[in-house]
């Protein structure tokens, strides 16, 4: 390629290592576009909430719905019970890391599908990544999309540091969408008020935290913490989606309070 | 199944009721010790062959590396990637001049990789080992494994919109070498070579110092420490080797030599292997 035809960055992209941190400081020079800067995308956990059943989901539901005239909203799943139990067996039976990813994004897929059909007569659409160039129309003619919260990593899961369930699971496959197309928000929907500082099932002494950083929260080395840990990781990277907020769905409101930008349950973020 | 005081209904398993970011139930899951790690494709090669050093660089470059890689095709099963090369270059810097996120640029980088994957393919067709498609690569590698003497992917992982942040700038750090390794990984595969246009690794880019000193063999930490400004493969293998549990080290080979290529195949050390040093 000629050079005459190539923008300053692209003689340096074509001549430097892309390892080569002078380049990579260069490429974060140019400003980014938030693509859908008005749609907020909403995880709804798998055993903390879908697992639940009726009692749990149908009320969500119904919020969903009456939030559709006012708010976009792109809803990944959870996996949850059946995943935990495909790990368990997996482990048992040495699978590897990118296996079990296969196994959970199937677990996660049946909840996507089964939100899909409670929505279906708002007309709502299931989307696989496969799909997700259309998800701006979809999003422009009904408000909401639903899509499996795991990563389309598959066999190209990395590791994870201790253990062999997939690091990055339908919390960061959910917090990567709301990123990359620049999103308003990232909201947790889960059956806890939001960040403790232990298990609140386990732990009676359990105290809530309603707002911290993302670097105070990796400081305080939780053994247990709301969100996966690589979303935190993500999180210190990000461009656009800076905060993440997790509520309690079980509450009735809190899931159009936080699409309306209110404070209901622990605000994470990186600055 | 179970419905416990919590009112949510379990499936009773090691997991149940456990939160999957607690450490200690995390631990419980490593069984290296009782139960190890399947290796799926045990006796298989990943081969990746550089973009811009090999498949680029004409006819005279690249035409020795496929007879060497028809020869080892004879004996030994190959999982051959290619990478996006100088025209994933060209589509990151008008993608980040337009504004668009690091996600969208992994996107459209697996297209320039596929392109090559092709062009090796078409090189390789003689003795039927082509691209596959991407959608179907992963589900049904082992069967085409058995089936035909080796198969070719784009090297890019499939992270698309979902890839990882980068710390400093856009360009995606999942490139075709980390899924090439990523995937050696998952399968168990024998051996991991990057196929390049330099002997291996050196302590600064021999094409621009002709000082630079070779580099035989490091741990990945160690690497690491060094901090060197550039090195020949995409820096996150550094990350990944640190967790690995069916690979422990992969080699970077000349392909201008290209008969390395089948000695690094064979598990001779002819270039620059990096280890994991956990």
């Given at each position: 390629?000629?050079?005459?035809?190539?923008?300053?960055?692209?003689?340096?992209?074509?001549?430097?290592?892309?390892?080569?941190?002078?380049?990579?400081?260069?490429?974060?020079?140019?400003?980014?576009?938030?693509?859908?800067?008005?749609?907020?995308?909403?995880?709804?956990?798998?055993q903390?909430?879908?697992?639940?059943g009726?009692?749990?989901?149908f009320?969500?539901?119904?919020?969903?719905?009456?939030?559709?005239?006012?708010?976009k909203m792109?809803?990944?799943?959870?996996a949850?019970?059946?995943?935990?139990?495909?790990?368990?067996?997996?482990?048992?039976?040495?699978?590897?890391?990118?296996?079990?990813?296969?196994?959970?994004?199937f677990?996660?897929?049946?909840?996507?599908?089964?939100?899909h059909?409670?929505?279906?007569?708002?007309?709502?659409?299931?989307?696989?990544?496969v799909?997700?160039?259309?998800?701006?129309h979809?999003?422009?003619e009904?408000?909401?999309?639903?899509?499996?919260?795991?990563?389309?990593y598959?066999?190209?899961q990395?590791?994870?540091?201790?253990?062999r369930?997939?690091?990055?699971?339908t919390?960061?496959?959910?917090?990567?969408?709301?990123?990359?197309?620049?999103?308003?928000?990232?909201?947790?929907?889960?059956?806890?008020?939001?960040?403790?500082?232990?298990?609140?099932?386990?732990?009676?002494?359990?105290?809530?935290?309603?707002?911290?950083?993302?670097?105070e929260?990796?400081?305080?080395?939780?053994?247990?913490?709301?969100?996966?840990?690589?979303?935190?990781?993500h999180?210190?990277?990000?461009?656009?989606?800076?905060s993440?907020?997790?509520?309690?769905?079980?509450?009735?409101g809190?899931?159009?309070?936080?699409?309306?930008?209110e404070?209901?349950?622990?605000i994470?973020?990186?600055? | 199944?179970?419905?416990?005081?919590?009112?949510?209904?379990?499936?009773?398993?090691?997991?149940?009721?456990?939160?999957m970011?607690?450490?200690?139930?995390?631990?419980?899951?490593?069984?290296?010790?009782?139960?190890?790690?399947?290796?799926?494709?045990?006796?298989?090669?990943?081969?990746?062959?550089?973009?811009?050093?090999?498949?680029?660089?004409?006819?005279?470059?690249?035409?020795?590396?496929?007879?060497?890689?028809?020869?080892?095709?004879?004996?030994?099963?190959?999982?051959?990637?290619t990478?996006?090369?100088?025209?994933?270059?060209?589509?990151?810097?008008?993608?980040?001049?337009l504004?668009?996120?690091?996600?969208?640029?992994?996107q459209?980088?697996?297209?320039?990789?596929?392109?090559?994957?092709?062009?090796?393919?078409?090189?390789?067709s003689?003795?039927?080992?082509?691209?596959?498609?991407?959608?179907?690569?992963?589900?049904?590698?082992?069967?085409?494994?058995?089936?035909?003497?080796?198969?070719?992917?784009?090297?890019?992982?499939?992270?698309?919109?979902?890839?990882h942040l980068?710390?400093?700038?856009?360009?995606?750090?999942?490139r075709?070498?980390a899924?090439?390794?990523?995937?050696?990984?998952?399968?168990g595969?024998?051996?991991?070579?990057?196929?390049?246009?330099?002997?291996?690794?050196?302590?600064?880019?021999?094409?621009?110092?002709?000082?630079a000193?070779?580099?035989?063999?490091i741990?990945?930490?160690e690497?690491?420490?060094?901090?060197?400004?550039?090195?020949?493969?995409?820096?996150?293998?550094?990350?990944?080797?640190?967790?690995?549990?069916?690979?422990?080290?992969?080699?970077?080979?000349?392909?201008?030599?290209p008969?390395?290529?089948?000695?690094?195949?064979?598990?001779?050390?002819?270039?620059?292997?990096i280890?994991?040093?956990?």
């Open positions: 390629m000629q050079d005459e035809l190539l923008s300053e960055l692209g003689v340096s992209l074509m001549e430097k290592s892309l390892t080569d941190d002078s380049l990579l400081e260069e490429t974060a020079k140019y400003e980014q576009v938030a693509l859908l800067p008005d749609a907020n995308v909403i995880k709804i956990g798998g903390s909430f879908i697992d639940r009726r009692r749990a989901v009320p969500l539901i119904d919020e969903v719905v009456e939030n559709l005239p006012h708010h792109i809803i990944g799943t959870g949850g019970t059946r995943a935990r139990h495909s790990y368990s067996v997996g482990v048992d039976l040495g699978m590897p890391t990118g296996v079990l990813s296969v196994l959970g994004t677990v996660s897929m049946q909840n996507a599908r089964m939100l059909y409670l929505l279906a007569k708002h007309g709502i659409p299931f989307i696989e990544p799909q997700f160039p259309q998800l701006p979809y999003l422009q009904r408000n909401a999309v639903i899509f499996f919260g795991m990563p389309p598959i066999f190209w990395p590791n994870p540091s201790i253990g369930i997939p690091p990055h699971r919390d960061t496959g959910s917090y990567l969408v709301s990123e990359v197309f620049g999103a308003r928000s990232m909201i947790y929907v889960k059956d806890e008020d939001g960040l403790f500082t232990a298990d609140p099932k386990k732990d009676r002494n359990a105290t809530f935290i309603p707002k911290i950083t993302v670097e929260l990796k400081a305080m080395d939780l053994p247990d913490v709301v969100v996966e840990h690589a979303v935190l990781d999180m210190e990277n990000a461009v656009h989606r800076r993440i907020q997790v509520i309690n769905g079980l509450v009735p809190n899931l159009t309070k936080a699409l309306n930008g404070h209901v349950g622990t994470i973020s990186s600055d | 199944m179970t419905t416990k005081a919590d009112k949510r209904h379990h499936m009773d398993s090691m997991l149940m009721r456990e939160s970011v607690d450490k200690t139930v995390m631990a419980s899951t490593d069984t290296d010790g009782k139960v190890p790690v399947v290796r799926m494709l045990p006796h298989v090669h990943i081969v990746k062959i550089g973009a811009r050093s090999i498949l680029e660089a004409g006819h005279e470059v690249c035409y020795p590396v496929v007879d060497v890689l028809n020869n080892i095709l004879e004996k030994d099963k190959l999982i051959l990637s990478g996006g090369g100088s025209r994933s270059r060209h589509v990151f810097s008008i993608g980040i001049d504004g668009l996120p690091t996600g969208v640029l992994a459209l980088s697996a297209a320039d990789a596929l392109g090559n994957a092709h062009i090796l393919g078409t090189l390789l003689p003795v039927g080992v082509v691209a596959i498609p991407p959608e179907i690569f992963g589900h049904l590698l082992p069967l085409f494994i058995r089936s035909a003497p080796g198969v070719i992917f784009n090297g890019v992982p499939p992270y698309n919109l979902w890839e980068p710390a400093v700038g856009r360009i995606p750090p999942n075709s070498d899924g090439s390794f990523l995937l050696g990984e998952c399968f595969c024998k051996t991991v070579t990057l196929v390049k246009d330099v002997d291996g690794l050196y302590d600064s880019d021999p094409k621009e110092n002709p000082d000193q070779f580099i035989p063999k741990g990945a930490q690497l690491q420490q060094r901090n060197l400004k550039t090195l020949p493969f995409d820096r996150i293998i550094l990350d990944l080797l640190r967790n690995t549990k069916l690979v422990k080290e992969f080699q970077i080979v000349n392909g201008h030599n008969e390395t290529i089948a000695a690094a195949v064979r598990g001779e050390h002819v270039g620059s292997i280890y994991a040093d956990t």
